[in-house]
T-cell receptor, first 111, second 115 residues
Framework: GAGVSQTPSNKVTEKGKYVELRCDPI?????LYWYRQSLGQGPEFLIY????????DSGLPNDRFFAVRPEGSVSTLKIQRTERGDSAVYLC?????????FGPGTRLTVL | AQTVTQSQPEMSVQEAETVTLSCTYD???????LFWYKQPPSRQMILVIR??????QNATENRFSVNFQKAAKSFSLKISDSQLGDAAMYFC????????????FGKGTKLSVKP
């Protein structure tokens, strides 16, 4: 079946702009995760959804970052007033129970 | 707080040979899961193998096996009969068993395979 998909694959924006990153999880997976991966580092946790609600958002770095999952399937990560330090690969993963399956990521570049 | 350490930034192996990637972790929990993920240049994280802490038997998936030493908090990955397609970043990850929460990753090991 289809895996986790993320759009866009690459996003280039200017400092101060607003961006939205989309994640389509594997059908039927109730848990959805967002991670951020900076160059040369392992992924770092941002937020975790169980169904429609955010079960843990302790990894969001500040209030410029926000994520939603209104119908318990697709999720959108929203970043306001982007900064150059937000440049990274944003990874999404979904899970039926324990093992997480990742999408190909969105590379965000803030100029 | 739980931490995961991969002490080998880069490793190299000859095609058809065996290589072992190291991972240590720190936790006060007894119920947890450990994973190895592979990340090729395409960026997609691919699950290689998973180990439940309550299982004494080391997990095996074809050419990939782990050496899980719970008391030493060590979780190494052995790749046998290395293939060119094994070249990638490898990440070790920890997941607390008490909740379906996030993974904690190490910094990764870049594996090169020489023909």
């Amino acid at each position: 079946g289809a895996g986790v998909s993320q759009t866009p694959s690459n996003k280039v924006t200017e400092k101060g702009k607003y961006v939205e990153l989309r994640c389509d999880p594997i059908s039927g997976h109730t848990a959805l995760y967002w991670y951020r991966q900076s160059l040369g580092q392992g992924p770092e946790f941002l937020i975790y959804f169980q169904g429609t609600g955010a079960a843990d958002d302790s990894g969001l770095p500040n209030d410029r970052f926000f994520a939603v999952r209104p119908e318990g399937s697709v999720s959108t990560l929203k970043i306001q007033r982007t900064e150059r330090g937000d440049s990274a690969v944003y990874l999404c993963a979904s899970s039926p129970v324990r093992t997480q399956y990742f999408g190909p990521g969105t590379r965000l570049t803030v100029l | 707080a739980q931490t995961v350490t991969q002490s080998q930034p880069e490793m190299s192996v000859q095609e058809a040979e065996t290589v072992t990637l190291s991972c240590t972790y720190d936790t006060s929990e007894s119920d947890y899961y450990l994973f190895w993920y592979k990340q090729p240049p395409s960026r997609q994280m691919i699950l290689v193998i998973r180990q439940e802490a309550y299982k004494q038997q080391n997990a095996t998936e074809n050419r990939f096996s782990v050496n899980f030493q719970k008391a030493a908090k060590s979780f190494s990955l052995k790749i046998s009969d290395s293939q060119l397609g094994d070249a990638a970043m490898y990440f070790c990850a920890y997941n607390y068993g008490g909740s379906q929460g996030n993974l904690i990753f190490g910094k990764g090991t870049k594996l090169s395979v020489k023909p």
